[in-house]
């Protein structure tokens, strides 16, 4: 999905584990940069794989490919709009 993020606009701290009781669920996350990083100001992408958050690049064109149970979220814009292009590959439960 292809999801704008205007001036204001934010995405919370959140796992991509997809809801409990499918049978098959989010194996890893990506998110693809559309927007040029002059084009808007916040919406960062940030991982906290494990208590230390990281920001993802902004290169127009630039995949970020992680593990769906890793917290990420989006900053909120500041200014602008940000485009991204999100995927979830799924499988069966981890054991």
Request: proline share 5%; aromatic share 8%.
């Amino acid at each position: 999905s292809n999801i704008p993020c205007a001036a204001g606009a934010a995405f919370g701290w959140v796992n991509g584990r997809g809801r409990a009781g499918f049978a098959r669920v989010r194996k890893l996350s990506i998110s693809v940069q559309l927007s040029d990083s002059a084009d808007y100001e916040g919406g960062a992408l940030e991982l906290n794989p494990g208590g230390t958050i990281a920001e993802a690049p902004r290169t127009i064109g630039t995949a970020t490919i992680f593990a769906a149970n890793v917290l990420h979220r989006v900053a909120p814009a500041t200014k602008g709009r940000r485009h991204a292009l999100t995927a979830w590959f799924h499988g069966p439960h981890f054991h």
